[in-house]
């Protein structure tokens, strides 16, 4: 099972981006974020998907798209507060949510929802046996976790998504029994995800790591290959979102 996270930054603006991705690499799960769209206006990006679409006008937003059996779903949960952000699907056994979190900011209101869709986050996690059922997280986390996640430590030292409270967030996910896929294929080296549009930042490569997969344990056990594409997010034309797709492949 081919699964891809990528915020699209609006399905609309990215569709023909979207559709390519998902032609060109084989997509079988696409987890999308930032849609920015409401459901009824949703569009179609390929026949033989079924979607789950959890969407609100111009703001927000998240869809999770699959070419098997969508088992079970679950769109928006306690954390997100009004704001769109969570779906849970069962596709082949797996347990898939689908987030993204708040962005936040330094230490007001947002700073605190953020932390709260967190602690409301870890709650929603103890219907499960993390230590024997396959789940996998994966979306915008808006966290950087570590030194290798900024593109300069010293300037994102203290900033948002680099907070000691933010990156005690990814640290929990781990302590609890998930594995950063991404982090164990590249165990030392920075890789980001998001690039933002001023500066020609991807052309410098000053990113940073927003977006992750985390699968326990027993799903890691099934993982096959990783791609971070890239070359997607410096493509001029059709205008890229700001984040880079990520793909993991299971066998499952």
């Not at 699209?8 to 979207?18: F, G, H």
């Not at 430590?153 to 640290?171: D, F, N, Q, R, Y």
């Not at 290959?225 to 793909?247: A, M, Q, Y």
Request: hydrophobic fraction near 40%.
């Amino acid at each position: 099972m081919r699964i891809c996270t990528f915020n699209v930054n609006s399905i609309r603006s990215r569709l023909e981006i979207v559709q390519n991705l998902v032609n060109d690499y084989n997509i079988e799960v696409l987890c999308m974020q930032e849609i920015k769209v409401e459901n009824k206006d949703f569009p179609l990006i390929d026949k033989d998907f079924e979607c789950v679409i959890h969407g609100q006008k111009k703001l927000h937003g998240v869809a999770t798209c699959s070419k098997f059996p969508i088992e079970e779903s679950q769109k928006g949960f306690e954390g997100e507060l009004n704001e769109p952000r969570f779906i849970y699907t069962l596709i082949n056994g797996v347990h898939i949510i689908n987030i993204y979190a708040p962005l936040g900011d330094n230490y007001g209101d947002r700073f605190e929802y953020k932390m709260y869709f967190y602690d409301k986050l870890f709650e929603w996690l103890r219907r499960f046996d993390l230590s024997k059922d396959k789940v996998l997280i994966c979306g915008d986390f808006n966290i950087s976790h570590t030194e290798l996640d900024v593109w300069d430590e010293v300037i994102w030292e203290g900033e948002v998504t680099h907070l000691p409270e933010e990156k005690a967030i990814l640290s929990k996910f781990l302590d609890i029994g998930f594995v950063d896929i991404i982090r164990k294929e590249y165990p030392n080296e920075k890789v980001f995800t998001f690039y933002d549009y001023r500066g020609a930042a991807v052309y410098k490569n000053e990113g940073l790591r927003l977006d992750y997969i985390l699968v326990t344990k027993p799903l890691f056990e099934k993982f096959k290959n990783l791609e971070i594409l890239t070359s997607i997010r410096r493509k001029r034309k059709p205008t890229p979102s700001d984040h880079v797709p990520v793909i993991a492949e299971f066998d499952v």
